[in-house]
Structures are given as structure tokens and as C-alpha cells.
């Protein structure tokens, strides 16, 4: 056999080599984590060992780059000249002359040798291994190891030598790739299941608000201290029940010398366990029971645990110690599952819709509110809470009836069944006022097209 032959054959096994090592670097980058955690965790040994190797990912990574480096080096180095080599003979054969058969040959050699290296050594390894990257991972995390221990010293020094540059950077390299998914990610893929038919339309909202709790406060699903009923704690026990009735509520915050000392909560229950021969002479004081108080910028996933105890209501407190609303955990559960009723809800007349494409709405929802109800979603105001406030901020004065405001293009989108937005025109216009503050609002939502948004 002649030494271009030969040659040839050590290519075919460089470009084999090659072809490990990207299937190696893209089978550790989109493996999933925790079903190789529990394939190990079950006796799987090839688990264990794509474990170890994501241990030290940014390792391995660098080992894989510098085997695919030297391979196509070595490839490209001894590929072209063998094959032309080959090539010139049967080349020459047809009547071209010498030199233009060399030059035939080698154009062709380059060709041949590129387009193998690039399909067979870097293009099928890498949609192999993110079509299956457990069943890779298991098969190339043992000869990736491999290699890596025997190159460790010059992947060490190259590594380091580019972990110091990163660091003039500002950035602190990381040998593991981060698993924890962001709330955006999380909703993302629960959207995209959705779609894809692999999650109920409800489950997707559902997990996606889930996630975002941790990036939600207080301050976002708080009833704020307009809307919330009070009673002072020098009110007649009888006037627990009453308010019971009109409102429909079981528990109300009570106050102490003014809106901002609230000292306490206090429960129907334990109003009507006071004998009723001895109402008359008791106070709200006598049943109130103490109640929580939660900053208004503490993240929803915390105020979730200040709340497991007591009558599950709590105070948010703003910046300067004031009460800025209260939070139960019913709101709370509202901000996963949305609006929910029971037997001893009262319908409030906040909402009502009037046609395909417009609703009534109270001033004082949250925009986030309004979507449940409505499906569109409008952007929150930069000072202001409520749809009333976004009203006014955008009026930059005190409304009037019959004031509008429009929202189109990035401001303003319909949702759909699974909770994508698409583009809308949103017509907010002032229907009734109380004293300066917006009370009633009628929202008209017109979609939009595409071309629409980008002419706006």
C-alpha cells in the first residue's frame, strides 16, 4: 500500500477523533442535569461518569477544543497533499497538462477534504449529540476523561492562561454551567410546551406564574389601603359581624391610633365566639390577634412563608413605616391560579364586560388585575399601581371624565389562549371619578397587525 494511502486512512481516523470531541463538547452543554443525576443515582456507571465531566465543564470543554484544534490541523495538514497526490495520475490521464492537473488535483483535494472534515468530523457529531445528548454523553464522557487526563498540563496552563484574561474582564470564570432556570426561562419553556401541545394552556399560566413569584413583591399583590376595610380597635364587638355581612369578609386589619398603627387582626369566628349576652359590653380590642408585617418590596415566595402561620393576612409596610395595603394568602394564591371566588365572596362590581372588545373596569385594579380579566396586557406605570394611576401618569393632571388615553405597538398586547402576546390598540377612557381619583374606566381593545405596530 502506497504512503498517501496510508495517510489517507490516519485522516479517516483524525476526522473520527475529531468528531468525538465536538460530540463530546455539544453532549455536556445540552445533556439534561438532573436525568443524569438520577440515571447515576440508579447504578448507571457511564451517568456517573457524564457527571463527573459536568463537574468540571469548563475543563473538558477546553480539552474538547483542543482536540478538535490539533485534529483539523493534523487533517488539513496531510489530507490535501495525499489526496492530489491520488488524484493527479487519473487526472493527467486525460490529456491535461502537468501543471494544470496539479492544480486540478489540489483544488479538488481541498475540496474533498474540507467537505469530509465538515460533515463527517464537525456537522453529523454535533446534531447527533443535541438529538440525543444522554445517549452521547454516556458514550464519549470515558475517552473524553481520558484525553483530558492525559493533556491535563497543557490544558491547565491554556485554561488558566484564558481564565486570566476573562478575569481583566471583569468576569469570574465558572467550571460549571449554571442549571437554575431564570422566571423568564421557566415561563418560556412552559409556553413553548403549551404550544407545542405537550402542557395544558391553564398548567402553562399556572407555571409561569409560579415562577414569577419570586420576582414579584408585595407591593404587586397587596389590596391597597383604599380598598381595604378597617376597623378601629374601640369599635363595638357587634360591628365585626355587620361588617362581615356588608363585605363579605372573614378578618380585618385594626387600628390603633391612626391608618398607619395597625395593631392587630381581627376574625369573625372570634367575634361570634363571644357570647352574645356579652357582645354588647366587648370592643374589637378584646378578640384582635397579632398580625404580620412585610416589607413592600419582599419577594412574593417570602411573604408566602410570614403568612403559613396566624389568620394568613399580613401588613405591607412601605419605605417610611407607613401601611401602604394588606396581603393574604389568598391573593397570593390569585397570582398563581387567578380570581378565585367562594361562598362568602360579594360580587364588588369592579369588572364587567360589555362586549367582545370592551370591559368596565374599577380604576383601582393593577394592570396585572386587568389582564386576568380582559386578556390584554397593558404596562405597568412607572409611579403609579393602578390603571387609575397609569391614567393619570400618562395625563400628567387630574382626569376628567371622558379623558383617553391610548396604548398601541410595544405598550399594548392581547394575550392568547396560552398567554402569548400579540399587538393591540387600547383605548383606556375615564367614566367616572371620586373626587381626583379615577373610579371607573372603560377599556376598548382593537388589534393590531404586524405592519400596524411598525408603522406606530
Known amino acids: 500500500m502506497s504512503p498517501e494511502w496510508l495517510l489517507l486512512i490516519l485522516v479517516l481516523v483524525l476526522i ?26 440508579e447504578g448507571d456507571k457511564r451517568a ?4 463527573k465531566a459536568l463537574k468540571t465543564l469548563s475543563t473538558q470543554l477546553s480539552s474538547a477544543q483542543l482536540g478538535i484544534t490539533v485534529t483539523s490541523l493534523i487533517v488539513g495538514f496531510i ?17 491535461l497538462p502537468e501543471g494544470t492537473s496539479a492544480a486540478v488535483a489540489l483544488g479538488l483535494a481541498f475540496l474533498l477534504a474540507t467537505g469530509t472534515q465538515m460533515v463527517f468530523g464537525e456537522l453529523v457529531p454535533k446534531n447527533w449529540a443535541i438529538a440525543e445528548p444522554v445517549r452521547v454523553g454516556r458514550a464519549i464522557a470515558g475517552p ?25 474582564l471583569g468576569i469570574e470564570p465558572q467550571e460549571e454551567l449554571a442549571s437554575a432556570r431564570s422566571a423568564q426561562e421557566l415561563g418560556a419553556l ?19 406564574h409560579t415562577a414569577e413569584l419570586t420576582e414579584r413583591t408585595a407591593a404587586d399583590a397587596m389590596t391597597p389601603r383604599p380598598r381595604v376595610e378597617f376597623m378601629d380597635a374601640t369599635d363595638p364587638l357587634a360591628d365585626v359581624l355587620t361588617l362581615t355581612a356588608r363585605t363579605g369578609h ?99 362590581g369592579r369588572h364587567r364586560q360589555l362586549g367582545s372588545d370592551s370591559w368596565s373596569l374599577s380604576g383601582l385594579l393593577r ?38 388615553v391610548v396604548l398601541e405597538g410595544r405598550d399594548a398586547r392581547v394575550l392568547d389562549e396560552v398567554g402569548l402576546p400579540t399587538p393591540a390598540r387600547v383605548t383606556l377612557r375615564v367614566t367616572r371619578l371620586d373626587g381626583h381619583r379615577v373610579d371607573r374606566i372603560l377599556m376598548s381593545v382593537e388589534p393590531l397587525e ?4 411598525d408603522d406606530g
Do not use: C
Not at 190 to 208: N, W
Open 367 to 404: 394592570p396585572d388585575e386587568a389582564g386576568e380579566i380582559t386578556g390584554v396586557d397593558v404596562p405597568e406605570g412607572e409611579e403609579s399601581d393602578t390603571l387609575g394611576g397609569l391614567v393619570t401618569e400618562h395625563m400628567e393632571r387630574f382626569p376628567e371624565v371622558d379623558d383617553e
Open 79 to 95: 489530507a490535501e497533499p495525499s489526496i492530489a497526490t491520488i488524484l493527479r495520475g487519473p487526472i493527467e490521464a486525460t490529456g
Open 144 to 168: 473524553q476523561r481520558a484525553f483530558t487526563w492525559v493533556m491535563s498540563p497543557l490544558i491547565w496552563f491554556l485554561n488558566g492562561s484564558a481564565n486570566r484574561v476573562v478575569r481583566r
Open 190 to 208: 412552559a409556553t413553548r410546551s403549551a404550544l407545542e401541545g405537550l402542557l395544558d394552556a391553564d398548567a402553562a399560566r399556572r407555571v409561569t
Open 250 to 348: 372573614s378578618r380585618f386589619p385594626v387600628l390603633g391610633e391612626d391608618v398607619d398603627d395597625v395593631v392587630g387582626v381581627v376574625h369573625f369566628k372570634h367575634a361570634l365566639a363571644v357570647p352574645l349576652a356579652e357582645r354588647a359590653g366587648r370592643t374589637v380590642a378584646d378578640v384582635i390577634r397579632p398580625v404580620a408585617a412585610v416589607p413592600s418590596a419582599m419577594p412574593l415566595d417570602a411573604v408566602l412563608g410570614a403568612l403559613r402561620d396566624g389568620l394568613q393576612m399580613a401588613v405591607v409596610v412601605d419605605e417610611y413605616g407607613g401601611t401602604d395595603g394588606v396581603i393574604t394568602l389568598e391573593d397570593l394564591v390569585e397570582e398563581i391560579v387567578g380570581e378565585i371566588e367562594d361562598e362568602q365572596d360579594r360580587p364588588i
Open 48 to 51: 456517573t461518569s457524564v457527571g
Open 450 to 453: 404586524e405592519e400596524d405596530e
Open 16 to 41: 473520527a477523533a475529531n468528531a468525538l470531541f465536538v460530540a463530546a463538547e455539544f453532549a455536556l452543554v445540552t445533556v439534561d442535569r438532573p436525568t443524569i443525576t438520577r440515571m447515576a443515582d
